[in-house]
């Protein structure tokens, strides 16, 4: 796939509430050139005075024609995700640039086993992937969430898939007789729902920067191949 930066007009199609904080954007993207599961885009936004500001965004969903799939986790106190999530209407117009990225990418064509590691919003590359799996290529996913009522995708989630295994990591509060307390991700919760190294499986982790070193560096004191651990982080950008 040829890497474009090109700039595109996208029309909200439908959206779709995932929390009460997050929600999914449908966008028709005429001339769309396709993109791989863990990229994203540039969303920019320009008010009528001239003023614009731009915000990356994850893609949620595999390539599909000229369909473009955003979900947005909103900061209250945010420029951009505000409006994306509370302001923006079916028929609105969005300005896209992209799709963005090449390394932190999952490629359908792939054997390999894979090792999802989410954290919060960070589920939302990592659903891409998951979605673009057509074979029996075995997933494993490793959602860490504060309570369950900050799940994305949940009932698409639910419903059980051939070689896909979903683990859920709760630090705040957890559902009644869960069997893991709430705490924030450990050795253990790896160990236990992750993938030995010598199975030598593609690890895919997203999520906040705090979140993302310490599942790095589980897994490669757990002996994980540093080549086949793959990064992405959600630092402060002003929402």
Same mark, same amino acid.
């Given at each position: 796939?040829?890497?474009?930066?090109?700039? !595109?007009?996208?029309?909200v199609?439908?959206?779709?509430?995932?929390?009460?904080?997050?929600?999914?954007?449908?966008?028709?993207?005429?001339?769309?050139?396709? !993109?791989?599961?863990?990229?994203?885009?540039?969303?920019?936004?320009?008010?009528?005075?001239?003023?614009?500001?731009?915000?990356?965004?994850?893609?949620?969903?595999?390539?599909?024609?000229?369909?473009?799939?955003?979900?947005?986790?909103?900061?209250?106190?945010?420029?951009?995700?505000?409006?994306?999530?509370?302001? &923006?209407?079916?028929?609105?117009? &969005?300005?896209?640039?992209g799709?963005?990225?090449g390394?932190?990418?999952?490629?359908?064509?792939?054997?390999?086993?894979? &090792?999802?590691?989410?954290?919060?919003?960070?589920?939302?590359?990592?659903?891409?992937?998951?979605?673009?799996?057509?074979?029996?290529?075995?997933?494993?996913?490793?959602?860490?969430?504060?309570?369950?009522?900050?799940?994305?995708?949940?009932?698409?989630?639910?419903?059980?898939?051939?070689?896909?295994?979903?683990?859920? &990591?709760?630090?705040?509060?957890? @559902?009644?007789?869960?069997?893991?307390?709430?705490?924030?991700? +450990?050795?253990?919760?790896?160990?236990? +729902?992750?993938?030995?190294?010598?199975?030598?499986?593609?690890?895919?982790?997203?999520?906040?920067?705090?979140?993302?070193?310490?599942?790095?560096?589980?897994l490669?004191?757990?002996? !994980?191949? @540093?080549?086949?651990?793959k990064?992405?982080?959600?630092?402060?950008?002003?929402?």
């Amino acid at each position: 796939m040829v890497r474009r930066l090109d700039r !595109h007009v996208a029309k909200v199609v439908d959206v779709r509430d995932e929390t009460a904080a997050a929600r999914t954007l449908v966008l028709d993207v005429p001339a769309w050139p396709g !993109h791989l599961p863990g990229q994203h885009v540039d969303v920019r936004l320009t008010a009528e005075d001239g003023y614009s500001t731009q915000r990356s965004y994850s893609i949620a969903t595999p390539a599909d024609g000229a369909r473009v799939e955003l979900t947005v986790q909103r900061v209250d106190d945010g420029e951009v995700s505000p409006y994306l999530t509370q302001v &923006l209407e079916v028929g609105d117009e &969005l300005e896209l640039r992209g799709p963005v990225g090449g390394w932190f990418v999952w490629r359908p064509a792939s054997t390999a086993p894979v &090792l999802l590691v989410a954290g919060g919003s960070g589920i939302v590359p990592l659903m891409a992937m998951v979605r673009a799996r057509t074979t029996p290529v075995p997933f494993r996913l490793v959602y860490s969430v504060r309570t369950p009522e900050d799940r994305y995708y949940v009932e698409e989630l639910r419903r059980p898939a051939a070689g896909l295994d979903v683990t859920y &990591l709760y630090t705040r509060t957890a @559902p009644p007789d869960w069997p893991r307390p709430p705490a924030r991700l +450990a050795v253990a919760d790896l160990a236990t +729902a992750g993938r030995p190294a010598d199975l030598a499986p593609d690890c895919f982790v997203c999520g906040p920067t705090g979140f993302v070193e310490v599942a790095a560096d589980i897994l490669l004191a757990a002996g !994980h191949d @540093p080549r086949k651990i793959k990064t992405e982080r959600f630092g402060p950008s002003g929402g």
